[in-house]
């Protein structure tokens, strides 16, 4: 072991972000066995188990904290996102079905409604008295929103709403709280009135008895089991002109008066329409991380089993080699190690942007546009991450790994539908490219025509210097026979920023060209831009992986412990230079890299992870969850147990008159004669 050791205590600290109280709180309470998940439960017996852990939470005042004051809340948005996270811990169903109730439902009424409808349904949705769905989603219109079918037609005569499914893929599907629990929903519908649709608005509408009949002109269907998530009710809901009244709308950002005139604080359409969606990003925050908790269990798992579990005698005739001694593999669990800090970093910045737009502090248009790119470039990531790691995760630990008791197959399937839901990754990733797109565009109407021409001259020069090879002689020409050079080069993170950075800068401006090229013809524009996507959201993929790098730096710069700083410095370089090894390809093609740094790149990188290999354990311990959070058999110690009992086995055996004598050692022995 190095004898230089990092303050486990300390990161630990810092890993829990800008909410370690709540944190600590929410995990005390993942760790108690009647809020976990019990895999032998059906079914209809783990949904039922889910709604009851609900109700001890609200007891227990743990849902609370993102509500005004004056409902018992603590206008803690942060902190109440903290909380929420953490249940994944429990059981990703319980985390996603308090997310409904109190993150869609409830928020949809305290976020889209005003101080009346807040009074009116926001106690018994806190309560839990009034279950709730979050409507959004239909069959044919799943991330394209804007789109959706349903009506919501205003009856002058009545002053009421129609709300109303027009055919079968209008259905809301997917809801958690729809096929069993929901009272009431929050439903998304092109609002109508005065013959003319002012978009897509937001409902409160009733849809159970408290029989847990529908009620009148409200139908729906069990989505019965799934891949994963099954202690949540998920279903579909329809509704054939059913009435609600005038003031059934929630009106903040839109209302409608008794006569069917329409009125709304923010006059263009399209921005009404994104400015309501977007106070409902904190599922995408809550989902981000989320995942980044399920990653560090399954890597605190699977790292504590390489430590203990020996496989094959490659350095000693009597005692097999630890797995993470392999060089192999440190690259699987390792740099998934340093992806996920990255994460864990990036998602404490990402809350408190949340909290700074939610809370009022920093609640400019601006602002909340930053939030809404922001959780779309870093969702995106984390959530493929957590399969990504999971999978290598289970398949490090062997056959042992695809047991159930050891949770990884069940985390897998629960966290699956994470990459689809709440924004579809790859429509999110599109998003953060348009915003790429626009921020490029302003740059260039700030400029006057004798600076856009410099401008344009400069990245023609460039993309020739890159694209023909000659900065890529010159950094052979620098390297050639000191890789020491190479790995200098490396691990400066100004040059890291810099490939970083130039990444998404080279693509961008590629696809700004295309999109320019096709002109004001909107046909041509069209064409342009879909042969051009895979590119943009390679960028903004890209644009995610600098935003974590970025917190990870910032990071580094808190740690006070010089052997922390050091070791954390070195996992930095890991994230970042795997982050360009994954796509090497491209700095090579485009003349970022010369072929001698590429080469040098994978052995600086297996270097790295020989230094890390010691502080392994440490790095996962640091993550905070304990035995009763990981719930795996294979990090309760046991394979040290099995380990200890063998090797002592063999010694004695060794020692004693009755050992064997192998075949090998009697070739040998012959062949000497």
Request: proline share 3%.
């Amino acid at each position: 072991m190095s004898e230089t050791r990092i303050d486990v205590k300390a990161l630990a600290e810092q890993l829990l972000g800008p909410y370690a109280e709540v944190r600590k709180a929410s995990r005390a309470r993942a760790a108690r066995p009647e809020l976990q998940r019990d895999p032998s439960l059906p079914m209809d017996a783990h949904r039922a188990r889910v709604l009851q852990q609900l109700g001890i939470l609200v007891q227990e005042q743990a849902v609370q904290r993102a509500f005004p004051a004056q409902f018992g809340g603590h206008d803690d948005h942060g902190g109440s996102l903290a909380s929420f996270e953490e249940l994944v811990a429990a059981d990703p169903s319980l985390q996603i079905k308090a997310g409904v109730q109190w993150g869609l439902f409830a928020g949809a009424i305290l976020h889209l409604g005003t101080a009346e409808h807040h009074a009116k349904w926001l106690p018994d949705a806190m309560s839990l008295k009034t279950p709730g769905a979050f409507a959004m989603t239909e069959i044919g219109h799943g991330s394209d929103v804007a789109a959706v079918a349903t009506t919501a037609t205003y009856d002058e005569d009545t002053e009421e709403f129609v709300i109303h499914t027009p055919f079968k893929a209008a259905w809301k599907e997917f809801l958690g709280n729809a096929a069993l629990h929901g009272k009431a929903a929050t439903v998304f519908a092109q609002l109508i009135t005065k013959g003319v649709n002012h978009g897509v608005h937001c409902f409160y509408v009733p849809i159970r008895d408290q029989d847990g009949q529908f009620l009148d002109g409200v139908g729906g269907e069990d989505d019965g089991l799934k891949g994963g998530l099954n202690g949540i009710d998920n279903g579909r809901l329809h509704f054939t002109k059913v009435r609600v009244p005038r003031t059934n709308l929630l009106n903040r950002y839109g209302d409608v008066a008794a006569d069917g005139s329409y009125s709304s604080p923010i006059a263009s359409p399209g921005r009404r329409f994104f400015t309501m969606l977007g106070t409902l990003v904190q599922g995408r925050v809550s989902l981000d991380g989320a995942a980044t908790s399920a990653s560090k269990i399954a890597l605190q798992i699977a790292v504590t089993y390489a430590n203990q579990r020996r496989q094959f005698n490659s350095t000693s005739d009597t005692e097999e080699t630890t797995l993470l001694d392999y060089q192999r593999h440190q690259r699987r669990l390792l740099t998934r190690v340093a992806r996920t800090y990255a994460s864990s970093f990036a998602h404490d910045d990402l809350l408190d942007k949340f909290d700074a737009v939610f809370s009022g502090r920093e609640d400019t248009d601006e602002d909340r546009q930053d939030l809404e790119t922001l959780a779309a470039a870093l969702k995106p990531l984390s959530t493929w991450d957590a399969l990504d790691t999971i999978q290598e995760s289970r398949e490090a630990c062997g056959g042992s790994g695809y047991m159930a008791k050891n949770r990884f197959n069940q985390l897998y399937n629960d966290l699956d539908i994470y990459v689809t839901f709440e924004g579809d990754n790859n429509v999110l990733l599109q998003l953060v490219g348009k915003r790429l797109l626009t921020d490029y565009a302003s740059e260039f109407r700030k400029l006057d025509t004798g600076a856009v021409a410099r401008y344009v001259a400069k990245q023609v020069g460039s993309t020739a210097l890159h694209r023909f090879g000659l900065r890529g002689v010159g950094q052979s020409f620098a390297d050639v026979s000191d890789e020491r050079k190479s790995a200098n080069f490396f691990k400066d993170p100004a040059n890291q920023r810099a490939l970083l950075t130039e990444r998404i800068n080279a693509k961008v401006v590629e696809v700004a060209g295309a999109l320019r090229a096709a002109g004001k013809d909107p046909v041509k524009a069209a064409n342009a831009f879909n042969e051009n996507q895979d590119l943009l959201i390679s960028a903004a993929r890209d644009h995610g992986q600098l935003l974590r790098w970025e917190a990870f730096t910032a990071a580094l710069a808190k740690i006070q412990d010089p052997a922390t700083k050091e070791v954390l410095t070195w996992l930095r370089d890991v994230f970042a230079l795997t982050v360009i090894e994954d796509d090497l390809g491209w700095f090579l093609a485009n003349g970022r890299l010369s072929m001698q740094r590429a080469r040098t790149l994978p052995e600086y990188v297996n270097r790295l992870l020989a230094r890390l290999r010691p502080h392994a354990q440490d790095l996962v311990d640091a993550f905070g969850y304990t035995q009763e959070h990981l719930r795996a058999e294979i990090s309760s110690g046991i394979e040290s147990q099995r380990q200890d009992e063998a090797m002592e086995y063999f010694r004695r055996l060794r020692a004693s008159d009755n050992a064997p004598v192998s075949e090998k050692s009697l070739r040998k022995s012959g062949a000497k004669a």
